[in-house]
């Protein structure tokens, strides 16, 4: 009989969920470890104890009620890394405001997609940041802003929209009002001065732990990003199972390169952070490797987190053999294939032993596998683990749907807590995505062995299908990257006339190396399977990615055709 793949669940010894929402557990982590450090911002200067960031929450919380914001109600945040982030963050959660976490390297098109499609009664903004002016863009999106006065903002694009408060993440409390519309971060604080901590605490007490709290978009490496809506009872309890996968503590202190804006950032960063008692540690407000390591060794952060092509950065970077890293500890590595020779890069040169690779995706909160720090090296470094307690996972067939068994490649389906409540307005969609059992399905390929260890093997849409064979990009990419020269590769499928599709490879070589096609295809030769070697070769110097450090491969693949001469 054909063993057939389980779904794999944590009963018996696992830690219970968590029952509290996100403001009941702050309160208790806060007494706990009221004078330990909660955050420190590196390029702010500033440091807030656990207790110093309640206080702050509160205030702003207040000033939320003040100004008019209800439990239920959406308020976006269009800002780069820094501490007013993280007290919006937790300050709407006190009253029960749903977050809408909006990309800072949006432009007009995408700003106003996301304002409307999660239909914001509000936006907190920094005025700008590099070559991104978020006043100016705004003011070209709404022109009231220019000359309404604060409480009467109208604007028939935007109907529900009533305030766009700024801040100045060098000195939010002396933020200048740029134009008569906009409203300051210390106006809302000041407004609240007249809200007690009674009337405070009795909405907060009309919580309840699956109240929508935050709406995340997805990345949209494929297409138009949809609204993923979550609950306290998703992101508190990913967030720390999450810390309790990594042994995290009050005594440790997490380096978070990874965007705010995004579920990386937001739960398995900062709410990672805060479930335990850890203190978070904000390097710069947007990646920059050298300054990431100079955070690892100024805080002696025991744990860092990053995407593949961040700690690619940091290896890279010419002043890397300058810096102590020797605190770091753990630390997790997710949000793209993890290839097994970069893992035992960062174990071994980042002397980070115990890093972890995560695997999700927003629509889970967004964690679904972790390896542990006690898994074999080959099991950490070539799989993403077991699902975290209390999840539900299974492979099923991308023609049947059916449960296929142990070892064969099919779709990566989820159920549990976890589960999102749906997309924002898109009652459709979310039926698409996840089924009448509950499951979610990922779109992404993979197989389970029998102990509940997953591999992924690429995204169902990502799949090369090669004169009848199917061809998974990740595995190129993996063996591509033992070549000593390689830094960086990406694989994916293009447009050819006598097998439907061929392989193209777009490679990034270590500084300083030289490499040609010819090279590459010896080093393929008796190693891969003819027809997998890649038909096109080119060297590039970046790739095309979205601000969390996912490569756009439907951006390589239409900037090939062009290169190419290929028929679509």
Wanted: aromatic share 8%.
């Amino acid at each position: 009989m054909t063993q057939r793949a389980k779904s794999y669940f944590h009963r018996g010894g696992e830690s219970p969920l968590l029952g509290a929402t996100i403001p009941e557990h702050l309160a208790e982590i806060t007494a706990r470890f009221a004078d330990c450090e909660a955050i420190v911002s590196l390029p702010q200067q500033r440091r807030l104890s656990y207790r110093a960031l309640s206080d702050a929450v509160d205030d702003l919380a207040k000033g939320l009620i003040a100004t008019g914001f209800n439990k239920g109600e959406r308020i976006g945040i269009w800002s780069t890394n820094n501490i007013e982030w993280l007290l919006l963050q937790m300050a709407s959660a006190r009253i029960g405001a749903v977050l809408v976490n909006v990309n800072p390297a949006y432009r007009l098109r995408e700003l106003a997609y996301a304002l409307q499609r999660s239909e914001v009664q509000g936006v907190f903004t920094i005025p700008a940041f590099r070559s991104s002016d978020y006043v100016g863009m705004l003011v070209e999106l709404i022109p009231e802003l220019k000359k309404a006065q604060t409480n009467r903002l109208r604007n028939s694009a935007f109907p529900q929209l009533r305030k766009v408060v700024v801040y100045d993440p060098s000195d939010a409390e002396q933020t200048q009002k740029p134009h008569d519309g906009f409203t300051t971060w210390q106006e809302v604080i000041k407004a609240g001065d007249g809200i007690t901590a009674e009337a405070l605490d009795a909405v907060t007490t009309t919580l309840d732990r699956d109240d929508a709290i935050n709406i995340q978009y997805t990345s949209g490496t494929t297409g138009f990003p949809k609204a993923v809506l979550l609950t306290h009872h998703n992101i508190l309890n990913n967030a720390w199972f999450s810390a309790k996968a990594m042994h995290l503590s009050e005594q440790d202190r997490l380096c978070v390169p990874v965007p705010f804006y995004h579920c990386f950032g937001m739960v398995l960063a900062n709410l990672l952070c805060l479930s335990v008692g850890a203190c978070i540690v904000i390097p710069s407000e947007h990646f920059d490797a050298a300054e990431v390591l100079k955070a690892i060794e100024a805080e002696r952060c025991t744990a860092v987190h990053g995407v593949p092509t961040m700690f690619i950065a940091e290896l890279e970077h010419e002043d890397f053999k300058h810096y102590d890293l020797s605190s770091l500890r753990t630390g997790i590595m997710a949000g793209a294939p993890c290839p097994p020779a970069l893992m035992k890069r960062v174990m071994n040169e980042m002397h980070c032993k115990k890093i972890l690779i995560g695997y999700g995706e927003t629509e889970a909160s967004p964690l679904t596998h972790l390896t542990t720090r006690d898994d074999s090296l080959d099991r950490r470094t070539e799989t993403v683990g077991k699902n975290l307690p209390h999840q539900e996972v299974k492979i099923v067939s991308t023609d049947s749907g059916e449960t296929v068994p142990l070892g064969e490649i099919g779709e990566i389906c989820f159920r549990g807590y976890h589960v999102m409540r749906g997309y924002y307005g898109e009652p459709d969609k979310t039926a698409e995505a996840i089924d009448e059992n509950g499951w979610l399905f990922s779109g992404d390929l993979g197989t389970m062995d029998a102990d509940g260890y997953v591999c992924i093997t690429g995204r169902r849409k990502e799949m090369i299908i090669r004169g009848g064979e199917n061809i998974y990009p990740k595995e190129i990419e993996t063996f591509l990257f033992t070549h000593p020269k390689i830094a960086q590769v990406a694989v994916f499928g293009v447009p050819d006339k006598l097998y439907g599709e061929a392989i193209a490879a777009w490679i990034q070589l270590h500084h300083g190396e030289r490499c040609d096609e010819e090279e590459i295809r010896d080093y393929c030769k008796d190693q891969i399977a003819h027809f997998k070697i890649p038909k096109y070769i080119s060297f590039v110097d970046e790739f095309p990615m979205t601000v969390t450090g996912k490569l756009q491969k439907y951006r390589m693949r239409d900037i090939a055709i062009e290169q190419l001469g290929l028929e679509h």
